[in-house]
């Protein structure tokens, strides 16, 4: 029987307009409040919108995890509730590993770029499947089949194209006969079979089993009365009973109480007790944000963005540790987090453009959840951020990639529009990597130096009035360099820019 939590789910991904998918995700959210002890039931629903195909659906989805998000307390183990708790001792011996954290004095732009996989659209394995269901074919059904797969990604489909563009010679008619493909039928579709196990910390290896594990049960539905989940190495838990309640439409009054056995996808994001509850939902993300498949990493940053919003705060800490243990460990969750979104700027090359305009969803939108990050973080750790993103940009100025020079001054921007109350700390050194930007010759670049720029114009006046006209000159050479054509990608923001200096 559909729940009502089953059509909400559906709507982010069959919704008619975005307002009705917006809807769903608001009423998800309200489910959250009136059954709070459903968090991880509710989280893993979510999570298979994630990674879809569709724009509306991954926006849909993050929305769902941002009202959920919104409708949980801020967990703060050291608050007056848990004063009179007893320490949980076993969470702090279940702790994870903080050397295997990632910080900023370790983040080297150059190194990650000449050792990491660049990030672009996808890894191509969507055209193995070509070559499968070309297996056991006969010539002539090779040559058929090789025919229609070429027209449709010529974009030749459709009835009214009636030539032929390709003949047979241009296709692959050789008779052998290529090996039947062997697939596993549980075997995850991440990029984690190709990843050397033995180069990973064990907190990696963690992360990544729990994504394979639920992309190898998102598609069994069925399986409702699973007694026993492996969840981890020889160990065993049980599976929770969950209680699913529908209202009838057209009947007043009338339910259904239906009890069901908790998914595989509820025990993924299960953690335990006495720590952050969106700790399982976190690690996985962090772990999406590399996927080959741009829609993954760009949902998992929607995702990631939604839940610092309004989590970051409690990320990190754990019940038994003292208000200052627990401050430190949500700071190193926090750089853990922003180093991770650092080394995607480094790596990620896919972009299309509208226009003029350069449209990099998956960089813009790390930005923007680096940004969420960067709120609930200290000056010390801010001031490290500014560091890496202006070593981003000017490591992607010598080694002639835009992408990273435009991603870390993307980055920057949010930043420091967020972190208004360092605008003073924070404004010499962006000001400086924002001007030369300016004077550049990329234009996408220079766009987002003016708007990098915005933000510190008050700033600047207060603080350093004598970089006015330097300021103004640049912007005016911007200006003029665009004049040629007024649909320049950078000639909106510099005029921005020249309005309110």
Known sequence: MTTRLDRLVGLLDSGATPV?????????????????????GLLGRVYEHVSSKSWDTRVAAAQAIEAIAREVAEWDPNGDDALDEKPDTTALEEAEDEAEQLQFSQFDVDSVIQHGRLLLG????????DEAALAGMDKAQRVAAQRQQMRKRLGLGAEFFGDD??????????????????????????????????????????RLKRKARLEGTAGDKNKRKQKKLDIGAGKEAKVATAVAVTEQAGQENTIVVEATRASAREAVFAISAGRWAFGGLAAVLLVDLFDAAWETRHGAALALRALLKHQGAGGGRQRGASAEENARRNQRFLEDA???????????????????????????????????????????????????LLQLAERGE??????????????????????????????PDA????????????DDVRAVAAATLLPLVDALVAAQPQRLPALVDAAVQALGDAAADDLAAC???????????
């Open 20 to 40: 009705v998918r917006a809807t769903a995700a608001r009423q998800i959210g309200g489910i959250q409040r009136q059954h709070p002890e459903e968090l991880f």
């Open 122 to 129: 996808s890894a191509g394995r969507e055209y193995d499947e």
């Open 165 to 206: 563009l390709v003949n047979d010679d241009d296709l692959h008619t050789s008779t052998r006969r290529a090996e039947p493909v062997a697939v596993k039928a549980e075997e995850p579709s991440s990029q984690a079979a190709e990843i050397d196990m033995s180069k990973l910390s064990a907190r990696e290896r963690n």
């Open 338 to 388: 922003s180093v991770r979104l650092a080394c995607v700027f480094a790596l990620d090359r896919f972009g299309d453009f509208v226009s003029d305009h350069v449209v990099a969803p998956v960089r813009e939108t790390c930005a923007q959840a680096l940004a969420a990050a960067s709120q609930w973080a200290d000056a010390a750790l801010v001031k490290r951020v500014q560091a890496a």
């Open 398 to 427: 010598a080694r002639g990639a835009w992408e990273v020079r435009h991603a870390g001054l993307s980055a920057l921007r949010y930043v420091v529009a967020v972190r208004r109350d360092l605008a003073g700390v924070l404004a």
């Open 431 to 442: 000001v400086a990597a924002a001007l030369h930007a300016l004077g550049g010759a990329d």
């Open 491 to 501: 000639a909106a923001g510099v005029l921005q820019l020249l309005a309110k200096l």
